[in-house]
T-cell receptor
């Protein structure tokens, strides 16, 4: 079945260092979504990328969608303690694999720890 | 505007019991999805409703069911609870299923 894989599973960085998490789908995606979940919290929608090769920035966060629309990355520049949490990528089901409407396939997430 | 509201926040049940969880989506959002989150399995899709119709169901046993009302509010029910059903149950809503989802704070279910 459709799978979304994410690496690394864990990342420990010192405050000020950069951080990158990578997401790969077994199928071509119509869009890729990124979510952040703080410890003890719930996933919060960060962004959606739709176009092949798209790059979007939110302050220190840079999101990329691959040319083949099968991979994506999230890069955080100069991490801060407020960046702590688990970052998930998620892609919708593809229409040619039966009814997958409304279903998001989530990666296992990258848990980011930032040391002050 | 109000976010996605899930009730109750915490629940402790014993094996064999049943439980009903409630979700009120953001006003105007017609797509409501449910996910189970556990440390071992991550976020697993349960089902999605759109305009009162279940459009998709994940790989969960028939003990897990849900429904959506005309006001878009949704409930999920788990019957004959098992220890392995202990998890954070998350509801998420979206304008349609093509946009990012807003998650509720979840219901943490503990089965003892």
């Amino acid at each position: 079945g459709q799978q979304v894989m994410q690496i690394p599973q864990y990342q420990h960085v010192q405050e000020g260092e950069d951080f990158t998490t990578y997401c790969n789908s077994s199928t071509t995606l119509s869009n890729i979504q990124w979510y952040k979940q703080r410890p003890g919290g719930h996933p919060v929608f960060l962004i959606q990328l739709v176009k092949s090769g798209e790059v979007k920035k939110q302050k220190r966060l840079t999101f990329q969608f691959g040319e083949a629309k099968k991979n994506s990355s999230l890069h955080i520049t100069a991490t801060q303690t407020t960046d702590v949490g688990t970052y998930f990528c998620a892609g919708p089901g593809t229409a040619d694999r039966g009814s997958t409407l409304g279903r998001l396939y989530f990666g296992r997430g990258t848990q980011l720890t930032v040391w002050p | 505007k109000a976010g996605v509201t899930q009730t109750p926040r915490y629940l402790i049940k014993t094996r064999g019991q049943q439980v009903t969880l409630s979700c009120s989506p953001i006003s105007g959002h017609r797509s409501v999805s449910w996910y189970q989150q556990t440390p071992g399995q991550g976020l697993q899709f349960l089902f999605e409703y759109f305009s009162e119709t279940q459009r998709n169901k994940g790989n969960f046993p028939g003990r897990f069911s849900g429904r959506q009302f005309s006001n878009s509010r949704s409930e999920m029910n788990v019957s004959t609870l098992e220890l392995g059903d202990s998890a954070l149950y998350l509801c998420a809503s979206s304008l349609t299923s093509s946009y990012g989802y807003t998650f509720g704070s979840g219901t943490r279910l503990t089965v003892v």
